[in-house]
């Protein structure tokens, strides 16, 4: 079944304990992301991949780190957690994007982070 | 910058009425416009999309045409069920950072 996967899906953590959350796709995709979402805020872009060894900032980055070292893995890190950092993160994966950002973007199913 | 506005809601219907979710958006060039939906505890899926100017999507019963003239991509349906109780999500997808931009999101219940 193709698929994005998350890990994991809940996570409660102190402020500064640094922690992971990893993303899976097995779709093949070049484009990887991750989002978080906030009430109020909707849906703000942190990172995006365009393909291994490519990242870049999305709208959202300060705080947070990614890699990609392989086609099919995007982690995202928070090297030091704050409370602000609470929130409930997806990551999403699509074929590169199109001369028209035609290619759908497919999500996990969300990681939800509580930062005390 | 590129922006997308949506209605707000929440909106409350009964269910076979006829739904419509006002979005909007504001954007350099002719972007791809998607409407995705997110039932309670899930993730995002894609509901349609539309990737030209007149161009409609349609899914489940769900349609919304890109209208260049007023840059607009309402969602439509004609007879909502309780099933489809959710938040709907209208986007625009960058070409250039290849990233959505999604409005704030529509929660609709559907009351039987």
């Known amino acids: 079944e193709a698929q994005v996967t998350q890990n994991p899906r809940y996570l409660i953590t102190v402020t500064g304990k640094k922690l992971t959350v990893t993303c899976s796709q097995n779709?093949?995709?070049?484009?990887m992301s991750w989002y978080r979402q906030d009430p109020g805020l909707g849906l703000r872009q942190i990172y995006y991949s365009m393909n291994v060894e490519v990242t870049d900032k999305g709208d959202v980055p300060e705080g947070y780190k990614v890699s990609r070292k392989e086609k099919r893995n995007f982690p995202l890190i928070l090297e030091s957690p704050s409370p602000n950092q609470t929130s409930l993160y997806f990551c999403?994966?699509?074929?590169?994007?199109?001369?028209?950002?035609?290619?759908?973007?497919?999500f996990g199913p969300g990681t939800r982070l509580l930062v005390l | 910058g590129d922006s997308v506005t949506q209605m707000e809601g929440p909106v409350t219907l009964s269910e076979e009425a006829f739904l419509t979710i006002n979005c909007t958006y504001t954007a350099t060039g002719y972007p791809s416009l998607f409407w995705y939906v997110q039932y309670p505890g899930e993730g995002l899926q894609l509901l349609l999309k539309?990737?030209?100017?007149?161009d409609k999507g349609s899914n489940k019963g769900f349609e919304a045409t890109y209208r260049k003239e007023t840059t607009s991509f309402h969602l439509e349906k004609g007879s909502v069920q309780v099933s489809d109780s959710a938040v709907y999500f209208c986007a625009l997808r960058r070409r250039s950072q290849g990233n959505l931009i999604f409005g704030k999101g529509t929660k609709l219940s559907v009351k039987p």
């Open positions: 999403a994966s699509s074929l590169s994007p199109g001369l028209a950002g035609e290619e759908t973007q497919y």
């Open positions: 539309a990737t030209k100017a007149d």
């Open positions: 779709m093949n995709h070049e484009y």
